[in-house]
T-cell receptor
């Protein structure tokens, strides 16, 4: 069964600190891996998209890494801000011929405090 | 450029009723996909439409259906509502579909409560 598992489930950090969120997947064949940020009461917003040939991609203070051999990805947030408080969702795209199917992790809920 | 618009924002229905949710994609986007989000299951894929054709379908019962119009707007229908259908229903649009790496642009969802 294709799965995407994220850890930790939740995390509390102080403003200004860095943190790393983990995503392990068993989806195969793999097309791309995406990270989304979802604020409470809003729809998810795309942070990064990586194909299997990419091993790092940045978007401002967000840096995603991908190890396709071990099927692991991480999202590193640098110098956290209060506005980073949100759920972060890892999504893996399964390629099936002409279509792709997305498998979602259940997310990591990040809270940034003063 | 306007984002993805979902209506209504909130909806309360009773068991056995049916409901229709609407989604207007970003102008120029031809792909619209629907997702159900619950606290326990996270986001689950319902179906995807591209140029009025259903391209993909998730593992949901036939009570869940959808369609896409020629202007790319999409509707999702749930018939014979059950308590377990209470969830946030999200719609997303993208430029392409299938094998490309187009990012999904989500709306803010319709919160459906079934009583």
């Amino acid at each position: 069964k294709n799965q995407v598992e994220q850890s930790p489930q939740s995390l509390i950090i102080l403003e200004g600190k860095n943190c790393t969120l983990q995503c392990n997947y068993t989806v195969s064949p793999f097309s791309n891996l995406r990270w989304y940020k979802q604020d409470t009461g809003r729809g998810p917003v795309s942070l990064t998209i990586m194909t299997f040939s990419e091993n790092t991609k940045s978007n401002g203070r967000y840096t995603a890494t991908l190890d396709a051999d071990t099927k692991q990805s991480s999202l590193h947030i640098t110098a956290s801000q209060l506005s980073d408080s949100a759920s972060y969702i890892c999504v893996v795209s399964l390629h099936t011929g002409t279509a792709s199917k997305l498998t979602f992790g259940t997310g990591t809920r990040l809270q940034v405090t003063l | 450029k306007a984002g993805v618009t979902q209506t209504p924002r909130y909806l309360i229905k009773t068991r056995g009723q049916q409901v229709t949710l609407s989604c207007s994609p970003i102008s120029g986007h031809r792909s619209v996909s629907w997702y159900q989000q619950t606290p326990g299951q996270g986001l689950q894929f319902l179906f995807e439409y591209f140029s009025e054709t259903q391209r993909n379908k998730g593992n949901f019962p036939g009570r869940f259906s959808g369609r896409q119009f020629s202007n790319s707007r999409s509707e999702m229908n749930v018939s014979t509502l059950e308590l377990g259908d209470s969830a946030l229903y999200l719609c997303a649009s993208s430029l392409g579909s299938g094998t490309d790496n187009s990012p999904l642009h989500f709306g803010n969802g319709t919160r459906l409560t079934v009583t």
